[in-house]
């Protein structure tokens, strides 16, 4: 069976972890889009980690994480990923990477960089880890995917000279910074090869075969709806498909096969980034929200920047339930609002004073403003807790007012930062 696990928002809604538990049960864990630019905090017996590409299905023995074809790969970050994680004491991961696979390139990295600085004030909030200009590429027919490392010489360097034309055009024109150097390019390129050669393989193939023998395969999206370049909050989205249909894509593996959607959702909300966020709240109320959620406070696990925070928005998440195709949701962070006297939540948006429960386009969200419902709060702390029935009853009573509004059944509750934090209900 394969099961995608997914977000239903802004991303940092808590993947990460949902992934290291459900692994326990899984034989393959595949990240299938988005590269390093987002990371997914796990707390285990090993410690805790961000991981950025590696799959966070890779502290257990017994599973094979894949990186797909639709993964922007980094090859050094992964490679150092690897070695920050076997040397903190998990054991070296069984590693199998797509050779459809695309690489980013350092200078893609730098485009990144400094179209963000170009923009200033209009800037998209990137992490500045080269995605955009990747995927721009990979559309443009101008990306190196990781199979034509183990081709032919000539060809390759070939290409690099054609893509270099390109590229320093805009870096000495537009950026005013010095043309890419084509033979130490190529350099960078073999090295990369030597990395990556031990686990290169045709993981389509590898994925067909695993399902035929009955294995369970867990597809990790990162990110989350809101983010998605369709469906999403355009343009301050990413720039690659965040959704559980394309996992089938991203992965390899006919769409068919995904027989469960986990989409995760957080008890409030969160994003990093620029973009339309119509529950945000400011002040010291956002700041005692930052300092206490997530898993040792709200900070993105990549860039280290501050969140923006919010309360639960029941219209952006019942949009981003459906656009995955949920059939199950997991609730997340729970715990960290057991401190407030009472919750507001978001039900509605006033567009044009007219309200509305269903996500708008972005011209209309940019406008939109809350329509707040406040309940009760449980003043207490709900850490530990193995049963939904022992949880306070105002928190059961916010889980399915939750519910209820995004009209998704919620299966999982997350009421701490460790893997055996889970009430499923």
């Known amino acids: 069976m394969v099961k ?41 017996k090993y410690g805790k980690f961000a991981l950025h590409t590696l799959p966070s299905g890779v502290f257990y023995g017994h599973t094979t994480s894949i990186i797909g074809n639709g993964v922007a790969l980094n090859v050094p970050v992964l490679f150092k990923e690897i070695q920050d994680i076997t040397s903190k004491g998990v054991p070296m991961p069984k590693l199998l990477i797509s050779d459809r696979a695309q690489m980013v390139m350092p200078y893609h990295i730098d485009f990144d960089t400094y179209e963000e600085a170009r923009l200033a004030g209009k800037s998209f909030g990137s992490t500045k880890s080269g995605i955009a200009p990747f995927y721009s590429d990979k559309y443009a027919k101008i990306g190196f995917q990781v199979s034509e490392l183990f081709g032919d010489e000539s060809a390759l360097k070939e290409k690099i000279s ?71 909050i355009y343009p301050m989205v990413t720039s690659s498909s965040t959704l559980a249909a394309y996992g089938a894509i991203g992965a390899g593996l006919p769409p068919y096969e995904i027989k469960k959607i986990i989409t995760v959702c957080k008890a409030y909300s969160s994003a990093v980034g620029a973009g339309a966020f119509v529950s945000e709240i400011f002040g010291e ?83 939109a403003k809350p329509v707040l419902e406040t309940l009760p709060g449980w003043k207490t702390d709900i850490r530990g807790i193995k049963k939904y029935e022992d949880l306070p009853e105002n928190c059961r009573k916010y889980i399915e007012f939750i519910e209820k509004k995004i009209e998704f059944p919620i299966t999982m509750v997350s009421n701490g930062p460790g893997r055996d934090d889970i009430i499923r209900r």
């Open 162 to 232: 054609r893509v270099c034309e390109i590229k320093n055009v805009m870096l000495t024109n537009l950026y005013h910074q010095a043309p890419i150097d084509e033979g130490a390019l190529y350099d960078t390129l073999m090295e990369y090869k030597k990395m990556v050669e031990p686990y290169v393989c045709d993981t389509s193939l590898y994925l067909w075969n695993a399902l035929k023998a009955g294995k369970e395969v867990l597809l990790e999206g990162q990110l989350g709806s809101l983010k998605d370049p369709d469906h999403g």
């Open 4 to 44: 995608a696990i997914v977000g239903a928002n802004w991303g940092d809604e808590g993947k990460g972890k949902i992934t290291d538990m459900l692994a326990a049960d899984a034989d393959i864990i595949v990240r299938f889009q988005g590269g390093a630019n987002a990371g997914h905090t796990i707390v285990n």
């Open 285 to 367: 109320e956002a700041d005692e929200l930052r300092r206490r959620g997530g898993d040792g406070g709200e900070y993105g696990a990549t860039t280290g920047r501050p969140r923006r925070m919010g309360w639960f928005d029941c219209v952006a998440s019942k949009y981003g339930c459906r656009i995955q195709g949920t059939t199950d949701v997991a609730f997340t962070v729970l715990d960290v609002l057991g401190y407030l006297d009472e919750i507001p939540v978001c039900t509605g948006y006033e567009i044009d004073g007219k309200i509305t429960t269903e996500f708008p386009t972005t011209s209309d969200l940019e406008k």
